[in-house]
């Protein structure tokens, strides 16, 4: 290890000398004589002012990638890090002894992957993700970071832990695979970009969930007097799905949900089919995350006698799967949400037709969900235990005309909702950065790293 400013300028002349523009080395770093510095072709290493490294330390920057570390990060002895697609340490971050941090893997030896059979390790190829390790974090001693992961900013991870997940912001985290412990009252940091998550919707008007508006009405210092007229000035989206993004929004206030409400009162299965692909054709949106919910108008056309409007189990069967299909191709998890059952809107007689009906178009709808490799949301069962043990007078009760929703069934349907997540962790999940193919991590990442390389 290096002690005098002599000899690390040295080791900085040195290295700038290997690596010429490849490295991008900031002043008053503290540099060991045994670092080993290894930059590939289109790769960037650049290390920002007042680094500390200490010795035996590795920094392996493959083909293409970018490693960035920040001004005044500590790394420990003998810490490895290793990037094909990128990794990013941010001010004020520390590395203790004998760090891991690898934004690859070997793929699976898969018969598609290794065409041929050939028996070498990297013959099927590598897969990688982004890591990010946001300012004022602390890694403890021998922590091994694994690809896509997100360390948020004064996280503090226990010595000898696995992250495999991404870590909130001002969290203690500790274990294999590492979880959090505790959260604390964080020192304030900057915090370079924000994960961001796109969430879609698209069903019927118990997605969309029409409110009147009037900016008075929502206006609590100026609210209109009893008795008195206002004019509804508009429509804005209400009800569960708008609770649901509060929710998120509120729970993991360190990421950005981008909420995209297509449901539409009214539509069928054929509509929605419509609406998918037209929001594809004209937005080009990837979703992080999708909820998808139809059947009910399927079903209540042909009660009402709106035969030409009425889509039957078969032609719903096609829509459900051709809509599945099409989201799979750009959305990384998508939750098939079951239809709520019909409450008093006919004879009693009649709804318990229309609802043996309607749970067969649910039970094709779990089918096409397991098939897809999507997940089903069954919220009937919350729903007619709501309305069994309601009292008789406690009206509307869960719906507010025997279909649409009051504002308690939005609120069963919100609880089902967030339980359903916590349950398949499906957030935490997706925080995470996807891995992709090593040459397809590079041009879908490049972007979160563009603005440490070289012009």
Request: proline content about 5%; some cysteine; charged content about 20%.
């Amino acid at each position: 290890m290096t002690s005098t400013a002599s000899t690390d300028l040295s080791v900085a002349d040195r290295l700038r000398a290997e690596h010429g523009p490849a490295l991008t080395l900031g002043a008053d770093c503290d540099l060991p004589d045994d670092l080993v510095i290894e930059i590939d072709t289109g790769a960037h290493l650049r290390i920002g002012d007042r680094v500390a490294i200490r010795r035996g330390v590795t920094i392996q920057v493959h083909r293409g990638a970018t490693v960035a570390i920040g001004a005044t990060v500590a790394i420990g002895e003998h810490t490895f890090v290793s990037a094909m697609v990128g990794i990013r340490i941010g001010d004020g971050a520390a590395l203790s002894n004998m760090v891991d941090l690898h934004d690859h893997n070997h793929r699976v030896r898969t018969a598609a992957a290794v065409p041929t059979g050939q028996l070498v390790p990297w013959a099927s190829g590598f897969e990688a993700a982004p890591i990010i390790i946001e300012p004022g974090a602390i890694l403890s001693n021998k922590v091994t970071v694994t690809a896509g992961v997100r360390i948020g900013v004064n996280a503090l991870v226990g010595a000898n832990a696995v992250v495999s997940r991404s870590i909130a912001p001002d969290t203690v985290a500790a274990g294999v695979p590492a979880a959090a412990r505790r959260h604390f009252d964080g020192a304030p940091a900057p915090t370079e970009d924000r994960r961001s998550l796109t969430v879609g919707f698209f069903g019927t008007s118990i997605m969309e969930h029409l409110e009147a508006v009037n900016a008075q009405m929502r206006t609590q210092a100026n609210l209109p007097a009893v008795g008195s007229r206002v004019t509804v000035e508009g429509w804005q989206q209400r009800g569960w799905v708008h609770r649901l993004a509060l929710s998120l929004r509120a729970a993991r206030p360190h990421v950005t949900f981008d909420v995209r409400n297509h449901g539409e009162g009214g539509t069928t299965s054929r509509d929605i089919a419509g609406i998918v692909s037209a929001d594809r054709a004209t937005t080009g949106t990837d979703y992080d995350l999708t909820f998808l919910g139809c059947g009910i108008n399927d079903v209540w056309r042909g009660f009402q006698n709106r035969l030409s409007e009425a889509v039957d189990l078969d032609e719903y069967t096609q829509h459900i799967t051709t809509m599945l299909a099409q989201l799979d191709g750009y959305s990384r998890q998508i939750i098939v949400v079951g239809e709520t059952p019909f409450g008093p809107i006919e004879d009693p007689d009649t709804v318990v037709e229309m609802n043996a009906e309607l749970a067969r178009y649910n039970a094709v709808a779990q089918r096409a969900a397991a098939a897809h490799g999507a997940l089903f949301l069954d919220v009937w069962p919350a729903f007619t235990s709501a309305a069994r043990h309601l009292p008789p007078d406690d009206t509307p009760g869960v719906w507010s005309d025997g279909v649409h929703l009051s504002e308690l069934g939005d609120t069963v349907l919100l609880q089902q909702a967030e339980r359903f997540l916590a349950e398949h962790r499906v957030i935490e999940a997706l925080v995470d950065y996807p891995l992709l193919q090593r040459d397809e991590a590079l041009a879908t990442y490049g972007p979160l790293f563009a603005r440490h390389r070289p012009a």
